[in-house]
């Protein structure tokens, strides 16, 4: 994969297009419609680019978006402390913080749920720099 390194003259916006642009298959566009979702669940959400990997924040990290051979993976910083009603989380569920969504070739997500699930992170996000 051919995407530009984030010490490049490149926006975070501009990495994570090229990101998906090096992904020719699937995982490019299951990558693109989980942004799309993400970006759509609150238009104060900020795109970033860390650890070589799409990151959106609003009030801190929401999730991240990390690509493998067989999983486009969704991890949830606080994931641990959001309410999960439809079960989208699917991975990493030992963990005291983080919580993942895993999309496999072939697999979709619930729109309505992955928003809900944003919405609440960010809210969790805002609650927390209040206290």
């Known amino acids: 994969m051919n995407t530009p390194k984030a ?3 490149h926006t975070p916006t501009q990495l994570i297009d090229a990101r998906i642009k090096a992904l020719d ?6 990558l693109a ?5 993400i970006t759509r669940a609150d238009p104060e959400i900020v795109e970033e680019w860390k650890w070589e990997n799409p990151v959106w924040s609003h009030g801190g990290i929401i999730c991240t978006g990390e690509v493998y051979k067989k999983v486009v993976k969704m991890t949830f910083a606080k994931g ?4 999960d ?6 991975s990493s569920l030992e963990g005291k913080v983080r919580r ?4 496999r070739e072939g697999e979709s997500i619930d729109p309505v749920a992955l928003t809900a699930l944003v ?3 960010v809210k969790h996000n805002i609650s927390s720099r209040k206290k």
């Open 7 to 9: 010490q490049d003259t």
């Open 25 to 30: 298959d699937w995982r490019g566009e299951t």
């Open 33 to 37: 419609r989980l942004r799309a979702l």
């Open 80 to 83: 641990a402390s959001l309410d």
């Open 85 to 90: 009603p439809s079960g989208l989380f699917n």
């Open 100 to 103: 993942a969504i895993d999309v």
């Open 119 to 121: 919405r609440e992170a």
